[in-house]
């Protein structure tokens, strides 16, 4: 479905070329990689990617061992 009228026009007010301006941050999706990589990490180890603990201070502890795992292993 194409855009309606005000909204094609609003968008080349914005933008000299009319479109979307890209919203890529080279910094931001090197930082965002990062924690991506460490979150897959952490899900490798079954306690923490299940999480079958109740209580949050105890999942706390489960990611915790499982953190300074990955961190003696490198």
Do not use: C
Request: aromatic fraction near 8%.
């Amino acid at each position: 479905m194409p855009p309606t009228r005000p909204t094609a026009t609003a968008r080349q007010r914005k933008v000299s070329r009319g479109g979307r301006p890209p919203g890529f941050d080279e910094d931001r999706y090197k930082k965002r990689n990062t924690i991506e990589r460490a979150i897959n990490r952490l899900k490798q180890h079954q306690a923490v990617a299940t999480r079958y603990d109740k209580r949050g201070y105890v999942f706390l502890g489960t990611a915790t061992a499982a953190a300074l795992v990955i961190w003696l292993r490198t």
